[in-house]
């Protein structure tokens, strides 16, 4: 089992920055892939971006690139967001998750689930 917390999430205006972080805690957490998804008011959930179990491999979804960078640091045990150029349909409940698949785009979500964190940017 892997447990997953998110933090960082807020209230931002348009324009400017968030960085969401994940914290992993269970066995070989390390070895799994890690990705953020986020879900907006009566839109379905849909993958921002992942990293493998190395973070030499990237994926981003296209409306997020140039935008938002992810990142891990196996020694915490933690993968980040940094969101930047926030714009108002950013908006939306973010989830950490874990993978022990490196299967991009991820359409069939991941393994494993953090509660989510909210991100909400202003006009």
């Known amino acids: 089992q892997v447990q997953l917390v998110e933090s960082g999430g807020g209230v931002v205006q348009a324009g400017g920055s968030l960085r969401l972080s994940c914290v992993a805690s269970?066995?070989?957490?390390?070895?799994?892939?890690m990705g953020w998804y986020r879900q907006a008011p009566g839109k379905e959930r849909e993958i921002v971006a992942a990293v493998n179990w190395s973070g030499k491999r990237l994926y981003y979804a296209d409306f997020v690139k140039g935008r938002f960078t992810i990142s891990r640091d196996n020694a915490k045990n933690s993968v980040y967001l940094q969101m930047n150029s926030l714009i108002p349909e950013d908006t939306a409940v973010y989830y950490c998750?874990?993978?022990?698949?490196?299967?991009?785009?991820?359409?069939?979500?991941?393994?494993?689930w953090g509660k989510g964190a909210l991100v909400t940017v202003s006009s």
């Open positions: 998750a874990a993978s022990d698949l490196w299967v991009p785009p991820f359409s069939n979500g991941m393994n494993y």
């Open positions: 269970g066995r070989f957490v390390n070895n799994y892939a």
